[in-house]
């Protein structure tokens, strides 16, 4: 169950770095900066502890599915950015593979 705490917080933190990346400016806003490289290195460093006990393919779908949802809505919400049919339905298989990984998937931990 750690290992799945590790990993919230290691999708938690980079959706923030993600979102701050947003604001940087071409590196010239320095605290969106900070935000960023300090929120990739939690990142990391907590993903790096998921993979003690969490399989490295399924820590990184759920990472990935988790967070391109997650920025998706952010992007939507925060800076009016708006997704067509097609992005949709790509997130939406995304988010239906993670699903078939947890519920069905002997892989994971």
Do not use: C, H
Not at 10 to 26: H, N, P, R
Not at 47 to 67: E, N, Q
Not at 72 to 80: E, V
């Amino acid at each position: 169950m750690t290992g799945w705490l590790f990993l919230l917080g290691a999708i938690v933190a980079e959706v923030i770095a993600t979102s701050a990346l947003k604001q940087v400016a071409g590196l010239s806003r320095p605290l969106p900066l900070a935000i960023t490289v300090v929120g990739y290195v939690v990142a990391f460093s907590l993903m790096s502890l998921s993979l003690k006990t969490i399989p490295i393919g399924i820590a990184y779908a759920v990472w990935s599915g988790v967070g391109i949802v997650a920025i998706s809505i952010i992007g939507l919400i925060a800076f009016g950015q708006r997704l067509d049919t097609a992005a949709l339905a790509g997130i939406a298989l995304i988010v239906s593979g993670v699903a078939v990984i947890q519920l069905f998937s002997k892989s994971q931990a």
